[in-house]
């Protein structure tokens, strides 16, 4: 399976009718947040393939535009919060960032921890039934200690780096961090997992 994974920037060439040319042969589209939902809509519209997505901590609760309101991007997926299995593959997604201010699609360490222990009856059924918990985990922020700041504002989650370390997912994708010097890289590995921070766009390819 091949996917192009975008987050935190709107990129001209991918806003285009042009974009079937440079992604057409990609068999999922998945949004790491603070996306706006048009951009996200326009990529469900042009491609015509599956796009999953999760809200970054930029997100609107409600978009506008000149004729419609939407609170989600239609079309998509949103996977905060769900194990979905795609193509023989398992997906599983957080949005939002570590709170360090007031507003919505952000939270505490603790508040993401309880998400994530949230999702282990379903994780844990997963290695039974199929072998393994999690191929792909699609989050907003990174995770603690892997390509993430000093700076609260883009701290990454202790709850995220210890889901790589338990149940060891092929691919991690995440946004939240910009990347503005290309000498820094935007691919990492941990143990088992490759660690992919989306800025703008990747593209990857996993084996079904």
């Known amino acids: 399976m091949r996917i192009v994974a975008l987050s935190d920037q709107v990129l001209d060439f991918v806003y285009t009718p042009s974009v079937v040319q440079r992604f057409g042969h990609v068999d ?3 949004g790491c947040g603070d996306l706006p939902y048009y951009y996200l809509e326009f990529l469900v519209d042009t ?3 599956p796009v999953f997505f999760v ?10 535009s ?3 309101e939407r609170s989600e991007p239609w079309g998509a997926v949103d996977l905060h919060r769900k194990l979905i299995r795609h193509k023989g593959l398992i997906f599983a997604g957080f949005e939002g960032s570590v709170r360090y201010r007031r507003g919505p699609f952000m939270y505490t360490q603790g508040e993401m921890w309880l998400m994530v222990f949230g999702m282990l009856p379903r ?3 997963n290695r039974l039934r199929h072998g393994r ?6 989050t907003h922020a990174p995770a ?5 700041r000093q700076d609260t504002a883009h701290h990454g989650f202790k709850a995220f780096r210890w889901l790589l370390q338990v149940f060891k997912p092929r691919l991690h994708l995440h946004g939240h961090i910009h990347l503005y010097d290309r000498a820094e890289p935007a691919i990492h ?7 992919v921070n989306a800025y703008g766009y990747q593209e990857v390819a996993l084996d079904e």
């Open 28 to 30: 999922l589209v998945v």
């Open 47 to 49: 491609l015509h393939k």
């Open 55 to 64: 809200r970054g901590n930029h997100a609107a609760h409600v978009e506008y």
């Open 66 to 68: 000149q004729t419609l």
């Open 123 to 125: 994780l844990l059924y």
């Open 133 to 138: 918990a999690l191929d792909v985990l699609v």
């Open 144 to 148: 603690w200690g892997l390509g993430d």
């Open 189 to 195: 590995q941990f143990g088992r997992t490759q660690v």
